[in-house]
């Protein structure tokens, strides 16, 4: 089954203000190496970001326009709801802070290192493989998608 992966509010202002700031630099101060610079950023974080989460008999799918995410649910050790309280203090080691989401690689004091293919932070789901890599997503409907997960695991 299919999950939307809608942008939060913070997200949604992140993404207009810095598209609004991307589209004033390039218009009001054009230097053509910037403005194509800006404009690969820009168009990488938009075919990066999570477009929904499916949950499949042998997989879990982060759909993206382009590079979706397979994670074989046989490497899947563990896949829970957390707080979003847990996420406080999370650095950003290489992603995306909010332009179209939270996606790459974080890290805090509390769950260490983590992949983010979040779209919201207020009910992120953790994923724990065999191998002890962390994942987080962020299916607007976190608990069905929890319980559909752990309902056909068993």
Not at 23 to 38: D, V, Y
Not at 71 to 76: L, T, V
Not at 90 to 116: A, Q
């Amino acid at each position: 089954m299919k999950y939307k992966a809608s942008l939060d509010k913070t997200a949604i202002i992140i993404t207009i203000l810095v598209s609004l700031l991307f589209g004033a630099l390039i218009i009001f101060n054009f230097i053509l190496p910037l403005a194509i610079l800006l404009l690969i950023v820009y168009l990488i974080c938009w075919h990066l970001k999570p477009l929904s989460y499916e949950i499949k008999a042998e997989e879990i799918i982060i759909r993206r326009l382009i590079k979706s995410v397979h994670i074989n649910r046989a490497d899947i050790e563990n896949l829970t709801l957390i707080d979003k309280d847990k996420l406080s203090g999370t650095i950003r080691t290489f992603g995306v802070g909010g332009l179209f989401g939270w996606y790459g690689k974080f890290s805090n004091n509390e769950l260490g290192d983590m992949s983010w293919y979040l779209t919201r932070r207020d009910k992120p789901i953790l994923i724990i493989s065999k191998t002890g890599k962390k994942i987080l997503i962020s299916p607007d409907d976190a608990e069905a998608f929890s319980k559909e997960y752990n309902k056909t695991t068993l």
